[in-house]
């Protein structure tokens, strides 16, 4: 019951916002993928078995005559769609779970340190590069930012999911681009007039309006909701990843702050964890943290030149 009291209206309304649109995404892929003439079998693929009664499920003939039907490069599209989709609802499903604040972290087991502060709020020391988030209500470890489409902050708990459904969020925005880029060809090539321009903007104006039909409206609002999302997603990728590789928080970034550049491998080892290389794979995969988010390795400072002596 503690994991379900947390599902208040902050994070439950974001989350199931970025659900909508996330499963709104994934429909549209799965309609172009299923009716794109270009990802269709080659004629006569499967008029071999025509005239013949269907195998049994889950016998080598019924996994051929899938294929025939289907097609290879369709089956190839749907099974890269079901893992990057699998990927974002498992980093997005553990990044909820993994809270990344003080709550059931016994701090008071750990030696009040230099530069430790006092939190008026929680009533509690709390560590370095940790910082109260008012939405949250609550200190987070290693607190980066509040994440306004995910409904909680992101810290040293929970940053390894954070960022992975991000770089799978990319990967799965960039495969409806590609798919729908038909679409964008096609109203490029009819030129810019002001019902293409309004297709491509505001498509919501000419359907409210009769001008075009509820089909035509939910593949251009998916493909234009595709296009911008995947801008901004990879503005927030490419910053990320650049604060991982120099140890920063955003907050750290934001002010000039520093000192816990530890090289980049060692830096991505801190919030990925030691099987860094395969926590992109699966969430599932274990990677253990090195750190608890309490204490922080330091970068050693360069060697003093001998002093002269006079």
Sequence with gaps: MGFLVRFEPALCTPLCLT??????????MVHVIL??????????????????????????????????????RRIAHLAFLAFVLGNVVGNLC?????????????????????????????ESHVPQRCGHCHDCKA?????????????????????????????HLWLGLLHAITLNADLFLSLHNQGLSLHNLLLLFIPWALFFTGQ????????????DTCLLCFLLVSAFLV????????????????????GYDLGWRENVAQLLGHRWYLTWLCP???????????????????????GHVY
């Design 139 to 167: 200190c987070v470890l290693r607190r980066d930012h509040h994440c306004v489409l995910f409904g909680q902050c992101v810290g040293h708990a929970n940053y390894r999911y954070y960022l992975c459904c991000l770089a």
């Design 284 to 306: 599932l995969l274990p990677s253990t943290l090195p750190g608890d988010g309490i204490t922080f390795q330091l970068r050693p400072l360069p060697p003093q030149p001998p």
């Design 19 to 28: 659900s909508i649109m996330i499963l709104s995404v994934s429909l549209e």
């Design 212 to 223: 075009v039909g509820l089909s035509t409206f939910a593949v251009a609002f998916v493909a």
């Design 94 to 122: 553990l990044f909820v779970r993994r809270s990344p604040s003080i709550r059931g972290v016994f701090l008071a087991g750990q030696a009040v340190g230099q530069g430790w502060s006092y939190c008026y709020v929680c």
């Design 239 to 258: 910053f990320h990843l650049q604060l991982l590789r120099r140890g920063l928080t955003t907050r750290e970034w934001s002010v000039g702050s520093g």
């Design 35 to 72: 009716t794109d003439p270009r990802l269709a079998p080659s004629p006569g693929a499967g008029s071999a078995g025509q005239g013949l009664e269907p195998e049994p499920w889950g016998t080598p003939q019924a996994a051929d005559g899938l294929v025939q039907t289907l097609g290879t």
